[in-house]
């Protein structure tokens, strides 16, 4: 398997979009389905170049993604078929080597990805009981150990 990384463009959002939707179905099981559409409809109308965003491509083909804003991870998605084959950590690593990363929230609900961000150098510093839209997801807040 060969995998570039690339910067984002808008001709990648339908990929990219189908690659969140996809992961969400298979990791966040916690959402309601209303919740989940509503995210989705966000996100459709959302400009990813308001965050530096960079694809993970096989074969010209995305599957996997990361969204960065000053020194934070806002996002990371890949699909399924891709997880646990060590992209997700060659995401971070990129975005290690190119940005100062320092945080990222992770819905508390998703354990394997707190784990995966633990594994990452991240730990927990705070929880807010509701996400950011004010749902009843709690976020556990992390930031990178030093």
């Known amino acids: 398997m060969s995998f570039n990384i690339v910067q984002y463009k808008d001709s990648h959002k339908t990929e990219i979009l189908s690659v969140w939707e996809k992961s969400v179905k298979a990791t966040h099981h916690f959402l309601l389905e209303s ?46 078929d891709y997880i646990g084959k060590g992209l997700g950590k060659q995401l971070i690593d990129f975005a290690f080597s190119n940005f100062d990363i320092n945080y990222v929230d992770v819905n508390e609900q998703n354990p394997k990805a707190t784990e995966f961000y633990e594994k990452m150098g991240f730990e927990t510093f705070d929880r807010i009981e509701k996400d950011d839209m004010g749902k009843p997801y709690p976020i556990l807040k992390m930031k990178l150990k030093k």
Not at 50 to 72: A, P, R, T, Y
């Open 35 to 80: 919740d989940f559409e509503e995210y989705k409809k966000i996100l459709q109308n959302f400009d990813f170049k308001d965050l530096d965003v960079f694809c993970l491509e096989e074969n010209e083909k995305i599957v996997g993604f990361i969204g960065i804003h000053s020194e934070k991870i806002e996002m990371l998605f890949l699909n399924p």
